[in-house]
């Protein structure tokens, strides 16, 4: 039987996991789709009213946390030497990622949520920019700008569509080479 890596059985935890299957123990925080307790989905921001804030649980913040801390890794695609943690398909940074977009591209935080737990993007695409049209096509429509946090520079990225003040969803761009 081939060996598998650490990496690929964390990503199949995560895959497993997201589509309800009871997946093998792991050191990932549990990947739950309802976001955190505090949020029902039956809140709603009034029409000019600041959103109310979420309280995220200790699995989102630890996750928020790892990804900062993978964050400041250059990694291949950042200029650095080839880190397997944060440049391998699999690896540790796009596993976290992942994690996180599926927790806050709920529709039920808010941009300044989002930033807080996750640090300022890495850039906020807008209509007109060519790449904001070609990642979001119509799954936001909605949506006035989209918060790119990278996994691998702007060959694949992790990015949250927002109306301004409230993310609406959550998707991925990859270069597809």
Known sequence: MPRTSRSACVALAFVLQACGREAPPTQVPTVRSEGPPSVGAEREPTRGAE???????EDTRTLAAEYRALRAIPGHFGGGEWNDAVDRA??????????LGERLGDGHWSRAEVEALLGPPDDVLRPGDPLYAAALRDDAPKAVEALVYRWRGMHDFLYFASDGRRVLSSGWWFAWE
Not at 51 to 57: I, Q
Not at 91 to 99: I, S
């Open 51 to 57: 959103p109310e804030a979420s309280a995220p649980d």
């Open 90 to 99: 699999g690896g540790r940074k796009q596993v976290v990622l992942a994690a």
